[in-house]
């Protein structure tokens, strides 16, 4: 992984896999992640569970568990899952 801008699309994205990987043992592809973002944007199965400036924190289920992920407005997209 090359070095990127923080705040790049690619970066959250590689941010996010990595916690992923962390924290939940789980893989995401890029297709899952943007699935993923396009779920946040049209609040479909999704719980929104905090809001504060310009992140929101939502849990939505992801490869058979509930997750929870931060939206950044100002981004965007996803930046990372808890």
């Known amino acids: 992984?090359?070095?990127t801008n923080k705040n790049s699309a690619e970066y959250c994205f590689n941010h996010t896999k990595i916690r992923m990987l962390q924290r939940h043992n789980l893989d995401i592809t890029l297709e899952e992640y943007e699935a993923l973002c396009t779920l946040y944007n049209?609040?479909?199965?999704?719980?929104?569970?905090?809001?504060?400036?310009d992140q929101c924190v939502f849990e939505t289920?992801?490869?058979?568990?509930?997750?929870?992920?931060?939206?950044?407005?100002?981004?965007k997209t996803i930046t990372t899952v808890f």
């Open 1 to 3: 992984m090359g070095k």
């Open 42 to 53: 049209s609040k479909w199965s999704i719980t929104v569970l905090n809001t504060e400036k």
């Open 61 to 75: 289920e992801f490869k058979h568990k509930k997750l929870k992920f931060v939206w950044c407005d100002k981004r």
